[in-house]
């Protein structure tokens, strides 16, 4: 199979461009309900990710891929309802062993070749609230068993997910699942809730059980469903260069340099809660320098590229709501996944 010829695997690809988002968009909502609010990020993340299915092939740049989503979730936000023109965090497009956080710099000319599997993550915000969605995409078959795996993992685990369920048998379910299949669940990565303007709440859902968690049970609330799986090592570690950061909401110490506080304060000011990459920091150029002194004080918080050292990785990822009576709405399903 040469690069010209190549089949995009890991989704149901749609056979035609989505286009409901459009009339939707001119419905009005109420941006005070949290369901509204993820339902119209939803129906964004939805219509973006359809259109960049064309694009994700052999000898695509990430960079190019990275734009192409920035700039349709800004088109497709209504700015005045969002934090940061509607993207939710920046794009990780995190390539074979790298499980999650790789963004490309503004420079990066790393492409897509037909032997690599991808995991697309990105988020849209409507209203302080987040859908954060995820799924893997390969062109090449000898991937299909890890993303298979991880697939049916993530779906057990929205099947799974229900008020009072206990998170550690939750999290064994999904170990179980992965190594029917041979695949390692990655023991450090795993889901989340989400809390208005917060990415990351407190409730942590490993891939693996036994795990130190502080909530044990499920509650009524908004939950990233995501399950991590690897063919080779079963721990994510930090690799490489830092492009996503975040301001960090419960710490705020005082910043000895003036130059310091007015970066930071910028950064608050453009991004809010909500983590950013490198390549949205228009105000001061090379910041390198003050995302490390922020970094080191705690102001800002890093999220490296998360590898594992041997073999390959998938994830897919939905946000749920659960509510009382069983309730349950999967914001991000699709057609594709
Ligand atoms: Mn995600
Ligand atoms: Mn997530």
């Known amino acids: 199979m040469s690069a010209s010829e190549y089949k995009l695997k890991g ?33 964004i993340h939805k219509q973006v990710r359809g259109e960049m299915y064309p694009l994700l092939r052999p000898g695509v740049r990430l960079l190019d891929l990275a734009n192409f989503v920035e700039k349709r979730t800004i088109e497709l936000s209504n700015e005045k ?22 963004h490309p710099h503004a420079n990066d000319a790393t492409e897509l070749k037909l032997t690599d599997i991808v995991k697309v993550d990105f988020g849209v915000e409507v209203g302080g609230w987040i859908i954060d969605s995820a799924f893997t995409v390969y062109f090449d078959d000898r ?19 229900a008020i009072d369920a206990d998170i550690d048998e939750w999290s064994r379910s999904i170990q179980e699942v992965m190594e029917s299949y041979e695949v390692h669940p990655i023991r450090n990565l795993g889901g989340h809730n989400i809390l208005k303007g917060l990415i990351h709440g407190e409730y942590y859902l490993p891939s693996f059980p036994g795990q130190p968690i502080i909530h044990k049970r ?42 310091s506080r007015k970066f930071m304060s910028k950064l608050q000011q453009s991004f809010k809660t909500l983590p950013f990459s490198t390549r949205f920091i228009d105000f001061q150029p090379n910041p390198k320098t003050q995302l490390n002194i922020l970094s080191s004080n705690k102001n800002i918080i890093d999220y490296p590229p998360l590898s594992v050292i041997e073999g390959n990785t998938a994830q897919y990822e939905h946000t749920i709501f659960l509510g009382e009576n069983g309730q349950k709405i999967v914001f991000s399903r699709g057609d594709d996944y």
Do not use: W
């Open 11 to 43: 989704i149901n690809v749609p056979q035609k461009k989505p286009a409901f988002l459009v009339k939707k968009n001119e419905q009005p909502f109420d941006i005070n309900s949290t369901v509204e609010c993820l339902e119209r990020a939803a129906c």
């Open 143 to 161: 991937h299909e068993k890890l993303a298979n795996a991880v697939r049916e993992a993530t779906e057990l685990g929205i099947t799974n997910a």
């Open 81 to 102: 309802n969002s934090l940061n023109k509607g993207i939710g965090f920046p794009i990780g497009l995190s390539i074979n062993n790298c499980a999650a956080h790789y």
């Open 218 to 259: 499920f509650t009524e609330g908004i939950y990233a469903i995501e399950t991590f799986g690897s063919t080779g090592t079963d721990m994510a570690v930090p690799s490489g260069e830092t492009t996503i950061y975040r301001t960090n909401p419960y710490k705020n110490p005082l910043l000895k340099l003036d130059s």
